[in-house]
């Protein structure tokens, strides 16, 4: 039988779910292997270098080069405010009015005094970063000095789009079918640090609201991208998302447009509707493909669980197997794999690539090039 792999968004029950936890500079851990954590501690922390501001104090003063540690108020090392004085002249007769004084312009400390280029460099305090566990989950294992391996069992489930970063909360199903419509008087003040489930789509008024009242993350079949490009103030574009700065993560699982949500994803979320539940919003599409993602650890992990997806994924695609297309005509459907030709096919930018057949439910085959599905994971 011909069988190929492609890529697709794992719809799971129960599987295993690993993921990295690393500092962007090294740092300290702080727990241990072995060790079980909640979502929300921190589990390695470290200090940016702060931001550089640079003085040409011999310009301003009129001053060599040479001559500039005779004028500073502060020596490298010091402590300093913003708007205190650093550094100033000695005017001709002490005539104060001809006093030039140099201030500070942030809060920090003095990095440098050269004596060479007559400048001196200021840097703003140290930023803090912590990284959390992200998930409910076990340390598997310690990368020194970096952060930690974190394991759990889980639901998982990966959209095909997403804004904002990582989150987490108790999950909430607002949408009585994956059919509805995310309107935003359905959400209400007690909503607030939840993560919501709703189901075709989410308009933009309900999003706005989701952020007014401090959801911290939704889930929705569909999000306009006219809407989108609103909430951002910008066209995103192909850049990666996960950075934004919207206090609300948004995960799309179907496409862009009134789309009703995989009925096997609504269902696996309402069955595990109460649970603490992650989600990250990070998207890539292109190369080095990052997909929003829906984990929901198990409380118990030790009930004999045996996973099957990886042994979906190293059989690759077969007649039968859901798939969602990902590129237009038929961008967002959602079929099941007819079959799969040998033959390379003509399409119609005249290049000759493999395609298979799609059947969208009404019995017919709908030849699309396999670049151009997902599979969709049991």
């Not at 104090?57 to 010091?78: A, W």
């Not at 297309?325 to 000759?352: A, N, Q």
Request: charged fraction near 25%; hydrophobic fraction near 40%; proline fraction near 5%.
């Amino acid at each position: 039988m011909a069988h190929a792999y492609t890529p697709g968004l794992r719809v799971t029950r129960r599987t295993t779910i690993t993921v990295d936890r690393i500092l962007p500079l090294k740092g300290d851990v702080l727990v241990e292997k072995g060790q079980r954590l909640k979502a929300e501690e921190i589990v390695a922390k470290t200090d940016l270098p702060g931001g550089v501001q640079t003085i040409n104090v011999v310009n301003i003063l009129g001053i060599t080069p040479d001559e500039i540690l005779d004028y500073m108020l502060k020596k490298e090392g010091d402590s300093v405010k913003k708007d205190e004085p650093i550094a100033q002249n000695r005017p001709l007769f002490g005539l104060s009015f001809l006093r030039t004084i140099i201030k500070s312009p942030i809060d920090g400390f003095i990095e440098r005094v050269s004596d060479t280029t007559g400048q001196v460099i200021l840097r703003e305090p140290p930023l803090p970063v912590q990284i959390h566990a992200y998930i409910d989950g076990t340390v598997i294992d310690i990368v020194p000095n970096e952060g930690v391996v974190m394991e759990t069992t889980a639901t998982f489930i990966q959209g095909i789009f997403g804004i904002c970063g990582e989150a987490n909360g108790d999950l909430v199903i607002i949408a009585d079918s994956p059919k509805d419509i995310l309107e935003e008087s359905m959400i209400t003040p007690e909503h607030k640090g939840k993560i919501l489930v709703g189901g075709s789509l989410i308009t933009a008024r309900a999003f706005e609201k989701a952020r007014e009242i401090g959801v911290n993350g939704v889930v929705a079949g569909g999000f306009s991208d006219k809407d989108l490009k609103n909430v951002l103030g910008y066209d995103l574009g192909v850049a990666i998302t996960g950075t934004e700065k919207l206090g609300t993560t948004l995960v799309v699982t179907e496409g862009f447009g009134n789309m009703a949500m995989a009925q096997k994803g609504f269902d696996l979320l309402k069955e595990r509707e109460g649970q603490r539940t992650s989600i990250s919003g990070a998207t890539q599409i292109r190369a080095g493909v990052i997909r929003p993602e829906i984990i929901i650890p198990f409380p118990d992990e030790s009930s004999g669980f045996e996973e099957t997806a990886a042994s979906k994924d190293r059989r690759g695609m077969q007649a039968g197997d859901p798939v969602r297309v990902i590129r237009e005509p038929y961008f967002g459907e959602i079929g099941k794999v007819k079959s799969l030709p040998h033959e390379l096919t003509r399409v119609e930018s005249e290049t000759k690539v493999r395609v298979l057949e799609v059947d969208f439910g009404d019995g017919n085959g709908v030849i699309i090039p396999r670049a151009n599905v997902e599979m969709i994971e049991d």
